[in-house]
């Protein structure tokens, strides 16, 4: 078992080198769910003399006011080997063998996060000891509760600290080692006022009782001891510090583990109890509870970590990729995202996504009902039949059949179809811009690189604009290929009556009476039809070839080809990411990396068991 305290230890520390501690976060937090034991205790409750009688040296801080003024997270692991060292997290590879620095490195690692002043933080400092006369556990020392602030302490301090110890003894997960001393009234203890608060049937709570051999003469806390004065579910347990007196001294801490043994065994009111008495029994009973609630807690830990695990990689995944740090890799950045951007913009022509159904909706609906509602009348009024005809003729009245005055009221009749020809081409044109500023608000890369989402809108719009002018050209030709060649067939087809002016010996007056004129603007009428019903087909192919068909195939050709000639620091300018958004990225990696390999660690516990 003793390898599970280890696994919460190693996961601690990671924890901490990534920032985690607990506190408030965007990022999930895996602190929280580690079991731990905090030390809560009044000033001069004799916390500080607890912690080293556990450890067997002397190395914490001592003095008036606030001492502890971080949380020391306090990792013990027992080796084989006869000699004692310490290790700082924050100090990697350096080894402590003289305890009077680690004293003085806690001193001067609290000073660095808040300053030669009197001020709390709330981020953990970690201190690992390795000693044979130590049991494997771990303990969180937190800042001693206090009534009043001190000269140099601002007035919120009292609350702050309360603030701070009540942040990690509500937990569920945490075990609150509430130091009480046996000197002062109990029902005044601010250790047990503090734990009954966030654990009221004691569930969690161990009592630890100071200072008993400072009681008043005629006194004993035997009622305390054996839970009657009161309860918790667990015993409590007395400890026998060493005195101010033993401190000066330097005693031996061996030494004072020796004697506190022998007051136990030597003290009528309290013999019965000395087998669950002492500093000894209470780290050996603290590390095997801390083992068993380890042991309940790993299912639900790996449930935890596989369920953060997905929320951080769907998380990374929405966040995108990081920008690559050479030319090369920023270029296959660029044209990757530009690719997905790219294949978003087809799967919306191509109906996978919506939207390309509105380019048919042109040619099915606004293209035949624009080509409907042309009127002809004016060019095919009476009068202007008759002085398109006589003026054709010139000064030679036509013989047959007005071949040039056809000619021209076909062609006027052809000009005013240019107008929704030309609309159709417009048309298309806006369906294909929206449907690229729907590609680039889908391409979730673009939305990371506000420059290269601009650039990419710029370039797909300017291709668009070249194929628009392109397609009306090729769209217009078609319709002035209309004019410029008449099907023969279609007049050829129409009958000949003589009787209707086609008889070349009546009077050049009786050619151009109103009957012959509406004849020949009927005739007109039914020719133009018969191109809108052409051109209704072929102008849906013109700009389908001239323009969906080239924006699928090449929108961002020319984009990519001066993407070839730019340097990398111009490559790096389009990929200018949110610094926000950089470090959330980082930070989540990170986060991600630690629950890995937290999982790994636990899952490789787990089938060891």
């Given at each position: 078992m003793e390898n599970l305290i280890s696994l919460v230890n190693k996961i601690q520390r990671a924890c901490t080198a990534l920032g985690d501690h607990g506190e408030e976060s965007a990022l999930p937090t895996l602190w929280d769910s580690l079991p731990a034991i905090a030390v809560v205790g009044g000033q001069s409750s004799g916390k500080s003399s607890v912690l080293e009688s556990i450890v067997g040296k002397d190395f914490l801080p001592r003095g008036s006011g606030i001492v502890t003024r971080r949380p020391l997270v306090l990792q013990l692991h027992k080796v084989e080997e006869n000699r004692e060292w310490a290790e700082f997290m924050h100090l990697p590879r350096k080894r402590f063998t003289d305890f009077a620095a680690v004293r003085k490195e806690i001193a001067d690692e609290t000073d660095r996060e808040t300053g030669r002043t009197k001020q709390i933080s709330s981020v953990p400092i970690h201190l690992s000891i390795y000693s044979p006369n130590v049991v494997n556990l771990t303990l969180i020392d937190l800042p001693g509760l206090t009534k009043v602030a001190v000269e140099g302490q601002p007035d919120s301090i009292v609350q702050d600290i309360d603030n701070m110890v009540r942040s990690y003894i509500e937990k569920p997960n945490s075990i609150i080692l509430a130091i009480s001393p046996a000197n002062q009234d109990l029902a005044t203890s601010d250790a047990i006022k503090i734990s009954r608060d966030v654990d009221l049937k004691g569930e969690r709570t161990f009592g630890v009782l100071t200072k008993i051999d400072l009681m008043d003469k005629g006194t004993d806390a035997v009622d305390i001891l054996e839970g009657r004065a009161y309860r918790l579910q667990y015993p409590w347990v007395g400890v026998v510090n060493r005195s101010q007196a033993d401190i000066n001294k330097n005693v031996d801490m061996m030494a004072a583990r020796r004697r506190e043994r022998e007051f136990w065994s030597n003290s009528p009111e309290y013999k019965h109890l000395a087998h669950r008495m002492g500093s000894e029994y209470l780290a050996k009973m603290l590390s095997k509870h801390l083992e068993s609630v380890i042991k309940s807690r790993i299912p639900g830990l790996q449930s935890l970590i596989s369920k953060t695990i997905v929320e951080l990689e769907t998380e990374l995944n929405r966040l995108g990729k990081p920008v690559a740090a050479d030319a090369g890799g920023k270029l296959y950045m660029i044209m990757e995202i530009c690719r997905g951007f790219d294949q978003i913009f087809k799967e919306h022509l191509d109906g996978v996504r919506p939207g390309g159904d509105k380019v048919y909706n042109v040619f099915d609906?606004?293209?035949?009902?624009?080509?409907?509602?042309?009127?002809?009348?004016?060019?095919?009024?009476?009068?202007?039949?008759?002085?398109?005809?006589?003026?054709?003729?010139?000064?030679?009245?036509?013989?047959?059949?007005?071949?040039?005055?056809?000619?021209?009221?076909?062609?006027?009749c052809l000009t005013s179809i240019?107008?929704?020809?030309?609309?159709?081409?417009?048309?298309?044109?806006?369906?294909?811009?929206?449907?690229?500023?729907?590609?680039?608000?889908?391409?979730?890369?673009?939305?990371q690189y506000p420059t290269l989402r601009v650039e990419v809108n710029n370039a797909a719009c300017e291709e668009l604009e070249r194929m628009r002018d392109e397609s009306k050209r090729a769209t217009l030709q078609l319709v002035d290929m209309e004019s410029g060649y008449l099907t023969v067939e279609f007049f050829r087809k129409l009958p000949q009556d003589v009787e209707k002016g086609g008889n070349p010996t009546h009077s050049i007056f009786d050619r151009y009476n109103d009957s012959y004129l509406r004849r020949i603007g009927t005739t007109v009428l039914s020719y133009v039809n018969m191109v809108c019903a052409t051109l209704r087909n072929s102008i849906p192919k013109s700009v389908v070839y001239c323009q969906v068909r080239e924006a699928k195939r090449s929108l961002l050709d020319h984009f990519f080809t001066e993407l070839g000639g730019k340097e990398a620091r111009q490559l790096g300018s389009m990929l200018d990411e949110d610094p926000a958004i950089m470090q959330r990225r980082q930070n989540l990696a990170k986060r991600l990396e630690l629950y890995r390999n937290a999982q790994s660690e636990i899952d490789a516990v787990a089938w060891a068991k």
């Open positions: 609906n606004q293209l035949p009902a624009a080509l409907k509602r042309l009127q002809f009348d004016r060019q095919l009024s009476m009068e202007n039949v008759r002085k398109l005809i006589t003026e054709a003729d010139g000064y030679q009245p036509h013989l047959i059949a007005p071949e040039q005055g056809y000619r021209r009221l076909i062609e006027s240019r107008g929704p020809a030309e609309a159709v081409v417009d048309a298309v044109h806006a369906i294909l811009k929206e449907l690229v500023h729907k590609s680039i608000n889908e391409t979730m890369e673009l939305r």
